[in-house]
């Protein structure tokens, strides 16, 4: 007896839509009716639509729609910055060792810093400085040199057979940073913090004098 119940009262859900009439879809077949007309002996109301559909041009589409491409954007650049890239990129190039505010030891170059970029990856690579990586807009080297304070130590039968320490490389940052006279390259650590003084002296020393002397061949 349950199970008929249930039978008679599922078939009930299911087929209810008859005693219900659903009007979502109503406002599909509506159509625009005039406005309420009112007799002059009743009251003197005028009607006007408060929420009025304007006529709207009907435009045939294309079939398939293109995307305009946008115009390319134009970057005027000032007459003082072309003339000043221009000499930077014309200009032997010249390598000086200086220090800077705080005594640091820095590498400056009279050229651009596309030119400087690449004339630093030249001299790595002609120093034998292993480069393990490398950041072009963020202007970074990443290097290893040989650490001269840490040497590791040969076992007793290694020894005996002639093996030599294995040598140990320090990982280091190339920074290449722009200047308005051209750039200036910097030892790093890490990204904050700088290099020993030794350390970074004795490799902007060792590019200095591959850079000029790559610039009297080319010369």
Known sequence: MRL??????????????????????????????????VPKDVARVTLTPRLAIPDVKVVALPEEFIVPRPASMLIEAKEEDTVSLASLSSKDLEAELVKDGNGTPILRLNV????????????????????????????????EVIDTEVVSEVGFWAGLFGSEPEVVQKPLQLKVNRARSGVYVAVHIDQDNLAEDEDAKALLSRLQGTLLESNKVQN
């Open 4 to 37: 008929v119940v249930l039978i008679v009262l599922v078939n009930l859900m299911t087929g209810c839509s008859w005693l219900v009439h659903d009007r979502t879809n109503d406002y599909l077949k509506s159509e625009i009716q005039g406005n309420i007309s």
């Open 112 to 143: 651009a810093f596309a030119r400087a970029w690449s004339e630093i990856g030249s001299a790595l690579k002609v120093s034998e400085v292993s480069v393990t990586d490398l950041n072009r807009s963020v202007g970074t080297y990443y290097i």
